[in-house]
């Protein structure tokens, strides 16, 4: 099993940056792929970014590219999303996800374990 809990979110107003920590516990995480998801009010939930926990280049949705990084540390099995230039539609709850399927990086259904997410709230 593999424990995930985010944090970080909060209140920022438009033009502002958080950064979400996704803390992994219970097994190590090397070959398994990790991605960032977002659910706003109303709307399903969205892929925004996804890397290998072994290392290459990280992927993003093209509505968070450019403004947003995700990054991880393995000496403290963390994965970040660095949110640069916030915009009020960014506002959502996120959650991290970690899988051993190296397939379907931007597809939550691919994804066995999931955080109880964090909530981010972009002012205009």
């Known amino acids: 099993q593999v424990q995930l809990v985010e944090s970080g979110g909060g209140l920022v107003q438009a033009g502002g940056s958080l950064r979400l920590s996704c803390a992994a516990s219970g097994r190590t995480l090397i070959g398994y792929k990790m991605g960032w998801f977002r659910r706003a009010p ?36 963390t994965v970040y999303l660095q949110m640069n230039s916030l915009k009020p539609e960014d506002t959502a709850v996120y959650y991290c996800a970690a899988d051993q399927s190296p397939l379907g990086w931007t597809q939550a259904q691919t994804y066995d374990y999931w955080g109880q997410g964090t909530q981010v709230t972009v002012s205009s």
């Open 42 to 77: 109303g709307k399903e939930r969205e892929f925004i970014a996804f890397i290998r926990w072994s290392g290459g280049s990280p992927y993003y949705a093209d509505s968070v590219k450019g403004r947003f990084t995700i990054s991880r540390d393995n000496a403290k099995n």
